[in-house]
């Protein structure tokens, strides 16, 4: 049988920033993002969010997109300066209002809402007090996320307390691809640890505001394998699965930080000891609250080869990436989903697992006819779905599938350059046009199931 669980949960998803526009709009604070954007040279095309989609203005019609493809829930984000424009203190009721709307929107439409609290638009004030690598910014954070899930808690029951934390860490802090642009491994590594601090502290508050709240986090993980069998390369594995997967996964499953990982820091020379300075008694407790769900957003594989010895003196390649490449020079590997899925299942054990963001970018435009006919989209998502259903029929407790993203949008330092929508956005006249993998999807979701075909 080619159909899955007969509650299984539907959705696509969105981003605040990606999407919303309407940046100077009714009270919202600068975030790290507006601030980044203004930088010369930080985004490819030189664009920015400050109207990305519109949906700010054009949710309605956004939300009956969603009506039209049959999707049982919409995973979308919280902009943190639209609530506290200064990060804390005051509140905008004029931001809780606009995502007040949107939920009802939703519910009306038979849709249900899945929050996500961060996903990487830190309000610019809190980044002027050192942003992720101040501590401060925890208890600001908790703040937060007390009050949006006190006004929307009566609503909504599934919330993220984070989006990627290894983005917000890494690519913020580490080299510096991200906002707020910072290349320092010190303060990569504060960022971390006070963004999953953050998210643990978050668990009880929500759970206190929320009645059957389902509270859980969102990683980007990358199963690796190593490019040969060589000794260099299992090692030059190892390292990259535990700074990428482990060092966000152990803490929160009560594991804390990977060792072996703490001494490749010391070894490389990023930190000056084994002692993170950052830890501070209880925080690995907090941070490994028990959770209802692991968000997983799934991309690509890693195929990693050895840096350490020249290529000369390693072992002969086994292992070759697929001949298909996304826009974003991804390889397209679905095995790696479900060998994701089946690992995180048998070592972590989550309660649930979401696939919060699986998608692929390409830049088919519509045709004469005005179809968008995005076969390799097509072909991505028909594939992934397959092996998510694999992923099932091995036991894996897979509740849900979120296909990344609803529409074209921001896609961060890329600017407009790279669409991952199913539907398909004119950013001039802001036209929406469903592309061909819309409507596989519409399809799949009505049949619960892969047995669908499209006209040619």
Not at 122 to 141: E, M, Y
Request: glycine share 8%; proline share 5%; hydrophobic share 40%.
């Amino acid at each position: 049988m080619r159909q899955f669980p007969h509650d299984f949960l539907w959705g696509v998803a969105t981003s605040a920033f990606q999407i919303e526009g309407a940046t100077n709009t009714d009270g919202r604070g600068e975030s790290i993002w507006d601030r980044f954007a203004a930088t010369p040279g930080k985004i490819a095309d030189g664009t920015d969010g400050s109207v990305a989609c519109d949906h700010y203005n054009r949710w309605r019609d956004d939300v009956e997109l969603m009506r039209w493809l049959g999707i049982k829930s919409y995973r979308f984000s919280i902009a943190w300066p639209r609530i506290f424009p200064a990060g804390r203190g005051k509140v905008n009721q004029a931001g809780l209002d606009f995502y007040s709307r949107l939920v009802d929107g939703l519910l009306t439409a038979g849709i249900e809402p899945m929050v996500t609290l961060y996903h990487w638009d830190l309000p610019q004030a809190l980044d002027d007090k050192g942003g992720w690598t101040a501590r401060d910014t925890v208890s600001a954070f908790v703040e937060y996320a007390d009050e949006v899930s006190q006004v929307l808690g009566d609503r909504v029951s599934k919330w993220i307390t984070h989006n990627e934390p290894w983005c917000i860490s890494f690519l913020g802090y580490g080299n510096g691809e991200h906002a707020p642009g910072h290349k320092n491994w010190g303060e990569m590594l504060a960022a971390a640890h006070h963004v999953l601090l953050s998210h643990g502290q978050a668990v009880s508050v929500i759970r206190a505001n929320v009645k059957k709240a389902e509270v859980g986090i969102t990683l980007n993980l990358v199963p690796a394998q190593p490019a040969s069998p060589s000794a260099e390369d299992q090692d030059a594995c190892r390292a990259f699965d535990g700074s990428f997967n482990r060092w966000y996964l152990d803490p929160i499953y009560g594991r804390g930080y990977p060792q072996d990982v703490i001494a490749d820091h010391v070894a490389a020379g990023r930190i000056p000891s084994e002692k993170l300075d950052f830890v501070k008694p209880g925080d690995l407790e907090a941070m490994a609250a028990p959770t209802d769900f692991l968000g997983v957003n799934y991309y690509s594989r890693g195929i990693i080869r050895s840096d350490r010895i020249p290529e000369s003196q390693n072992a002969p390649r086994t292992v070759h990436a697929e001949a298909e490449k996304t826009d974003m020079d991804w390889e397209v590997y679905a095995g790696g989903l479900k060998d994701l899925l089946v690992r995180l299942h048998q070592d972590y054990k989550p309660q649930r697992i979401y696939i919060t963001e699986n998608g692929a970018a390409y830049a088919t435009g519509p045709d004469a006819d005005g179809r968008v006919r995005d076969t390799k989209r097509v072909h991505y998502l028909r594939t992934h779905l397959e092996a998510s259903l694999e992923a099932i029929q091995q036991g894996v407790p897979l509740a849900g599938y979120f296909a990344w993203s609803l529409m074209d949008n921001f896609e961060w330092a890329y600017g407009y350059q790279k669409r991952f929508g199913l539907v398909f956005v004119d950013y001039a006249t802001q036209k929406r046009i469903p592309k061909d993998s819309a409507h596989l999807y519409r399809a799949v979701v009505a049949r619960n199931g892969l047995d669908v075909e499209l006209a040619a």
